[in-house]
């Protein structure tokens, strides 16, 4: 093969590859930006810097939520260090007020006030309490949470770490961030833990 | 009109009180498919249509002119069918269109509203529906019975299409979602709202041929614009424009994910 060939044979490649990866029809991530800057505009609390990818976003974007390994463990390790623990180290709060929290599905969006006390919009998503039938399924069921992993230190430790960033075990997770997003307060999240894992809650009934 | 409109908030009264009813004593998705087939069988969809039909003929604007003669691509003046091919591109604005973008046109080019009074009051409510909601209505309902046949021939179709798609695997906004956070795997709910995937032939055919809708828990009706709209306000992104390139695309996605199917609208939602 004469080096020719070789560099011919390379083009091929090259070109049968970036045919395969992006149709010619597909909007280039500039132009994409340029849609989405020139399309939206900030209304209430929804300002424009929503629009763009954080890292996380970008790369659970650009691989359909299947990022390679490597880059994987290695996001979810930088958002693991986004988690701040309550410096009293009391992880567990009210499961009652954690219920009405679970229950509540407003906030973050233009239309709620960015003052007002947002929801964990958990139910929309997860099944709790067996006696709530009003229960997403994007998320696994949670009913019997706390008695079958029980609620000591670690289980406590993992509840509130998962609700406060749910990316640090599962990049792509379609799970919001509940307190790296400032959605929930860290009491709001105590009682968030508290309610799944407290024995005398009713998702532990 | 007027006892038109009584009877449209009589018949939207009762439909409200079943739906809470029926929600407060069954959660089962057998009898949420009951009550669906129930609302779809007495909707006041049709007396939307009519009053959008007067609203196409009637004379209005600066040019005192009614929409009769508005190109919804199918050559000025037909309505027949129009809404199954559709969004498309269109030559004498260089853009591709969904309905509510096209009346936009029409609006300003033949009744010479500007822009800005086209689109001042898109969205209405229960006691005041706004005259895009009827036009809508009236224009969707005349491809009833039509298959869905949205090209993506021309290269603006193409690049469309293929924007909406971007647009629809796209994660950001404060929780991280894209439009496939709820609508990009089978059989999934929000509490009981079971979420079509809209990327797929399957759950698209479904959906888009039935928008717009009737929603019977607000007593309005709904259309795609507003659809897409609120969708981002849920996804927690700043708001879309009205007929923007963007809401465009994603309209464009899915009609021509449902491709093949008849169109079945308006529809009537929970």
Known sequence: MTKKTICLSFGAIAVTLAATQFSIAEPTPKELQTVLHRDFHAKGQAKMDRVDQDPVQRVCTETHDKPPVGLEKALEADQLKTIVLPADNQLMGDWKRGEKIAASGTGMTWKDKPDAVNGGSCYNCHQLSPAQPSFGTIGPSLTGFGKKRGHGPDAQKYVYSKIYNAKAFNLCSQMPRMGYSGTLTEQQIKDLTAYVLDPASPVNQ | ?270
């Open chain 2, 1 to 270: 009109m007027r006892a038109l409109r009584g009877s449209v908030l009589l018949v939207a009264g009762a439909l409200a009180t079943a739906a809470t009813l029926v929600r407060a004593d069954d959660t089962t998705r057998q009898e949420i498919q009951k009550y669906q087939r129930m609302t779809s069988e007495s909707s006041p969809v049709e007396l939307w249509e009519l009053q959008g039909a007067d609203l196409w003929k009637a004379k209005r604007g600066p040019k005192n002119a009614s929409l009769e003669r508005c190109d919804l691509g199918m050559g000025p003046g037909v309505v027949k069918g129009a809404y199954a091919h559709l969004p498309r591109y269109f030559k004498d604005t260089g853009r591709v269109q969904d309905l509510e973008s096209r009346l936009v046109t029409c609006m300003t080019t033949l009744q010479g509203f500007t822009e800005a009074e086209a689109t001042k009051r898109v969205f209405g409510n229960a006691d005041n529906p706004s005259d895009m909601e009827y036009l809508a209505a009236y224009v969707a309902g005349q491809s009833r019975g039509t298959k869905m046949q949205v090209s993506t021939k021309l290269p603006q179709e193409k690049e469309t299409y293929e924007l909406g798609k971007k647009l629809f695997f796209y994660r950001a906004g404060s929780w991280d979602f894209s439009c496939a956070s709820c609508h990009g795997t089978e059989g999934k709910r929000i509490r009981m709202q079971e979420l079509p995937v809209l990327s797929e032939p399957a759950g698209a055919r479904g959906t888009y041929t039935t928008w717009p809708g009737y929603r019977v828990s607000v007593s309005q009706l709904k259309t795609m614009q507003w659809r897409i709209n609120d969708c981002f306000r849920q996804q927690r992104f700043p708001e879309p424009a009205y007929g923007s390139e963007a809401t465009v695309a994603l309209t464009m996605f899915m009609a021509v994910n449902a491709n093949g199917a008849t169109y079945n609208g308006p529809g009537t939602k929970r």
